[in-house]
């Protein structure tokens, strides 16, 4: 079992800057592949970003590529989601997941995760 706590949401205006953290739970944090998701009011939860597990290899949404940045700190158990250039359109709950199983691909696929944080908020005013 892994819980996951998702920190640093919050109100920004457009043009700002958040970083969400989330700590994980467990030991053995740097053989998982990580994940941000969001989902946004009467949408589906949707892929963000993610990480491999050295952090060496990283993947983006069109959407938030270039904008954002993902990392991981293996010693604190912890990912980081840097956001940039935030827009309206960004407003979501934001969720960090765990990929127990190995392999890289498909890590835009929900299906692909086990573990899911809590969500945290994040309003971007225009």
């Known amino acids: 079992q892994v819980q996951l706590v998702e920190s640093g949401g919050g109100l920004v205006q457009a043009g700002g800057s958040l970083r969400l953290s989330c700590v994980a739970s467990?030991?053995?944090?740097?053989?998982?592949?990580l994940g941000w998701f969001r989902q946004a009011p009467g949408k589906e939860r949707e892929f963000v970003a993610a990480i491999s597990t050295s952090g060496g290899t990283t993947y983006y949404a069109d959407d938030v590529q270039g904008r954002f940045t993902i990392s991981r700190d293996n010693a604190k158990n912890t990912v980081y989601l840097q956001m940039n250039s935030l827009k309206p359109e960004d407003t979501a709950v934001y969720y960090c997941?765990?990929?127990?199983?190995?392999?890289?691909?498909?890590?835009?696929?929900?299906?692909?995760?086990?573990?899911w944080g809590q969500g945290t908020q994040v309003t971007v005013s225009s």
């Open positions: 467990g030991r053995i944090f740097s053989s998982y592949r």
């Open positions: 997941a765990v990929q127990v199983a190995q392999g890289w691909g498909r890590q835009a696929d929900r299906g692909r995760y086990d573990y």
